[in-house]
């Protein structure tokens, strides 16, 4: 699993990034953060992080609210973004899925071609019924996706996702990784998504890969 980083001490939001994006170019091979975007074959640039070949997140087996197992070959053909969250979430899950509701919206028709997927890093409390309302409420095509806990962390270390439980008084929250990642239409991993991209710009990033 990505290590945590011993970070100053920043807002929960700001946190979560900084770990997401040093996760990410971390397993690039220490990237410089300001590197400039890799251009596409067409000249253009992708806003996101280019993670073309990248030897982790190849793959995923989770079970959907209907208790049927998913991986990335059901989703062939489609541009498929990913994310790892949980539905009690405060404020960088509901952003996450609200951008992509944008994004749907924003590319038409073409969005029949994009399948969002919310992963849970809380399947103690998000339930198959939780997780599909959830999703649902941001959009009625996004798939919320689950697994026991020790395919949950299995998972997560192959997307270099880092999570963990925060005690909140008699309950908990969930710190994690607040990046979402693209795949392209051959399944391939391609893009990782900073939290703070905009809705526009992740519109057009994916209207390259379709």
């Given at each position: 699993?990505?290590?945590?980083?011993c970070?100053?001490?920043?807002?929960a939001?700001r946190?979560?990034a900084?770990?997401?994006?040093a996760?990410?170019?971390g397993a690039m091979?220490?990237?410089p953060?300001?590197?400039?975007?890799?251009?596409?074959?067409a000249?253009s640039?992708?806003?996101a992080l280019?993670v073309?070949?990248?030897?982790?997140g190849r793959?995923?087996?989770?079970?959907?609210p209907?208790g049927?197992?998913?991986?990335l070959?059901?989703?062939r053909?489609?541009v498929?973004?990913?994310?790892f969250?949980?539905?009690?979430?405060?404020?960088?899950?509901?952003t996450?899925?609200s951008r992509a509701?944008?994004?749907?919206?924003?590319l038409?028709p073409?969005?029949?071609?994009?399948?969002?997927?919310f992963?849970?890093?809380?399947p103690?409390r998000?339930?198959?019924?939780?997780l599909?309302?959830y999703t649902?409420a941001?959009?009625?095509?996004?798939?919320g996706l689950?697994?026991?806990l020790?395919?949950?962390?299995r998972?997560?270390?192959?997307?270099?996702v880092?999570?963990?439980?925060?005690p909140?008084g008699?309950s908990?929250t969930?710190?994690?990784t607040?990046?979402?990642?693209?795949?392209?239409p051959q399944?391939?991993?391609r893009?990782?998504?900073?939290?703070?991209?905009?809705?526009?710009d992740?519109?057009?990033?994916l209207?390259?890969?379709?």
């Amino acid at each position: 699993m990505a290590m945590p980083l011993c970070l100053p001490r920043v807002g929960a939001s700001r946190r979560r990034a900084l770990w997401s994006l040093a996760a990410v170019l971390g397993a690039m091979g220490c990237m410089p953060a300001r590197e400039p975007p890799t251009s596409t074959a067409a000249g253009s640039r992708f806003t996101a992080l280019d993670v073309q070949g990248a030897a982790w997140g190849r793959d995923f087996a989770l079970q959907d609210p209907q208790g049927r197992t998913r991986t990335l070959a059901d989703f062939r053909g489609q541009v498929v973004v990913l994310f790892f969250g949980f539905t009690q979430c405060p404020d960088v899950c509901p952003t996450a899925l609200s951008r992509a509701a944008a994004v749907m919206q924003r590319l038409g028709p073409a969005s029949d071609r994009v399948q969002v997927i919310f992963v849970t890093v809380d399947p103690e409390r998000d339930t198959a019924p939780v997780l599909a309302a959830y999703t649902q409420a941001f959009h009625p095509r996004f798939l919320g996706l689950m697994a026991d806990l020790p395919t949950t962390e299995r998972t997560a270390k192959d997307f270099k996702v880092f999570y963990r439980k925060v005690p909140t008084g008699s309950s908990y929250t969930m710190d994690h990784t607040a990046l979402s990642f693209v795949f392209d239409p051959q399944g391939r991993l391609r893009l990782a998504v900073r939290h703070e991209q905009s809705a526009e710009d992740l519109s057009d990033d994916l209207r390259r890969l379709l």
